[in-house]
């Protein structure tokens, strides 16, 4: 039996919900494999702000360095997204909780389903056969470099670093899934131009000779931003940095069909932490229409990380079911009638019962309520 203590960062907008939905999988996922996942929420975001007036409150901080793993939701609020002279934001509260816990790397996994492939806007045939891996750098770079602005508010400047140190450890990570998948790694930079980047590409060579069974090609970020539209299938192992990451992982969501889709896993030496990337979506809260398929797809990537590997699976089987099904939110078919807690519902049923008990097959294939 395992025993995890989970913290639980639900956060804003959406974050509640699909963090609902990801909580229920876990759940009938500890019934089934007798294992034991205890929850203890906690506040960041804007609603953290409004509450203690910190996006990351001291109470929050001390929680995850004492639980196990992070299952994380989503941030942001229109009020700080409108406001540029705001000095307290939402975002700060991840950032600052990246930096305290060591969460060096952003692991990002792209796939085509295929029977999604309609949601997306690019052509079935570029798609067809498309699953590979982003390693975004998560510790360096722009977003923690010294920042300026003069007081006329007239010239800024945001400096981007990076060591030797901090390109090593996420270069091997990315090295090691590479030799696991279909071994071949893509360094994504701009080493023509960025001093950085070709800092990039020098550490990035010197490692690859301790894994000669990986093929490493090197691509500038404006044609890796084309690629991946045009070939997306060429890939299998993506790695850059902090802020090449946060966009080409972004982008590539349009493969999938959705950013309800796109999971992701954030790991340091000693933390972890497990999220959507589609952000707070403020629009739809609380309309149970939030897709929840990269929370739970999230929670799944939290108990591979904890080598309960079957039980992962498990999780990816259901959301495949779900999908194959048609049980998915308007995001992923627009005359959809299930909302967010009837595909969480659907996907947490199926791990209990592996089978459709709790639904009317009929129904579902009709587009119609499936809840007996």
Known sequence: MKKLKIAVLAGDGIGPEV?????????AIALVFGHEFTFEDALIGAVA??????????????????????????????????????????????????????LYANIRPIKAYPKLMDASPIKKEILQGTDFIIYRELNGGMYFGKKHLNEEGTYASDLCE???????????????????????????????VLETSRLWRKVVQKIAKQYPDVTVDFLYVDNAAMQLILNPRQFDV??????????????????????????????GEK??????????????????CANPIASILSAGMLLEHFG?????????????????NHIVTIDLKVDSKFGTNEVGDYIANYILEKGDLYFKMDNVNLGQSTIV
Not at 20 to 27: D, E, F, N
Not at 272 to 283: A, D, K, R, T, V
Not at 309 to 324: G, H, P
């Open 19 to 27: 963090i609902l939905q990801a909580k229920k999988a876990l759940g």
């Open 49 to 102: 702000i409004e509450r203690t007036g910190k996006p990351l409150p001291d109470q929050t901080l001390n929680l995850c360095k004492n639980t196990d793993s992070i299952l994380f939701g989503a941030i942001g609020d229109p009020m700080y997204d409108n406001d540029p002279e705001s000095k307290i934001r939402p975002e700060q509260g991840l950032l600052k909780l990246r930096k305290e816990l060591g």
């Open 162 to 192: 990076y060591s030797e140190e901090e390109i090593s450890k996420i270069t091997h990570l990315a090295f090691k899934s590479a030799q696991e998948r279909r071994k071949k790694l893509t360094l994504v930079d701009k080493a023509n």
């Open 238 to 267: 993506i790695l850059t940095d902090n802020l090449f990451g946060d966009i080409l992982s972004d982008e590539a969501s349009v493969i999938a069909g959705s950013k309800g889709l796109m999971a992701s896993a954030s790991v």
């Open 271 to 288: 933390y972890s932490l497990f999220e959507p990337i589609h952000g707070s979506y403020n629009e739809v809260k609380d309309k149970n």
């Open 308 to 324: 309960l590997i079957k039980e992962a699976l498990t999780v990816f089987q259901a959301v495949e079911k779900a999908i194959i």
